[in-house]
T-cell receptor, first 112, second 114 residues
Framework: GQQLNQSPQSMFIQEGEDVSMNCTSSSIFNTWLWYKQDPGEGPVLLIA?????ELTSNGRLTAQFGITRKDSFLNISASIPSDVGIYFC????????????FGTGTRLQVTL | DVKVTQSSRYLVKRTGEKVFLECVQDMDHENMFWYRQDPGLGLRLIYF???????EKGDIPEGYSVSREKKERFSLILESASTNQTSMYLC?????????????FGPGTRLTVL
């Protein structure tokens, strides 16, 4: 099965810094989702994007659906310790009937 | 509030044992999914189901089977567990409609096969 290229794989940042991560694919997606997974828990949906070029915010998080429909970006502003976790992108290819393709994850660690 | 529950958070089994992982959702969702999660590989789809008694293979179905006798329950079965099936198993559900791509996940079952 296809997987998305997600980068970076891991990040160590200081509290208060901004964070950026992205996902790219060779296929066109018609939906992009961003999830966060806390240690020992299942992923929780953060942001959903449905249109090319769409920019959506959820508190300090902002995500964008790339114009080419082959990529998506997630930004976290002014990071705090509870932002620690693994962030996954997920995309839906047209015609695949609700089957999401997931990125390999970005592990974020925030130091004080 | 949306809820997906999994029968066990941690499970230890021996090679060759038959293992059942249970997932229940209370959102009346039609779609249910089983994934396994391994470091560096992200989430990989094992099986999914769009309706009761209906199942479809995902990307890595070998060594697994599933059962969906009731809408709210989706079971993953390891007929004869092997050490390479040691992993985190995640169940998810979603509903057809405007936001049918938004899958809700359970807390996961960390399975160790000795």
């Amino acid at each position: 099965g296809q997987q998305l290229n997600q980068s970076p794989q891991s990040m160590f940042i200081q509290e208060g810094e901004d964070v950026s991560m992205n996902c790219t694919s060779s296929s066109i997606f018609n939906t992009w989702l961003w999830y966060k997974q806390d240690p020992g828990e299942g992923p929780v949906l953060l942001i959903a994007l449905y249109k090319a070029g769409e920019l959506t915010s959820n508190g300090r998080l902002t995500a964008q659906f790339g114009i080419t429909r082959k990529d998506s970006f997630l930004n976290i502003s002014a990071s705090i310790p509870s932002d620690v976790g693994i962030y996954f992108c997920a995309g839906l290819i047209a015609g695949t009937a609700s089957k999401l393709t997931f990125g390999t994850g970005t592990r974020l660690q925030v130091t004080l | 509030d949306v809820k997906v529950t999994q029968s066990s958070r941690y499970l230890v089994k021996r090679t060759g044992e038959k293992v059942f992982l249970e997932c229940v959702q209370d959102m009346d969702h039609e779609n249910m999914f089983w994934y396994r999660q391994d470091p560096g590989l992200g989430l990989r789809l094992i099986y999914f189901s769009y309706d009761v008694k209906m199942k479809e293979k995902g990307d890595i179905p070998e060594g697994y089977s599933v059962s969906r006798e009731k809408k709210e329950r989706f079971s993953l079965i390891l007929e004869s567990a092997s050490t390479n099936q040691t992993s985190m198993y995640l169940c998810a559900s979603s509903s057809p409609g405007l936001a049918d791509n938004e899958q809700f996940f359970g807390p996961g079952t960390r399975l160790t096969v000795l």
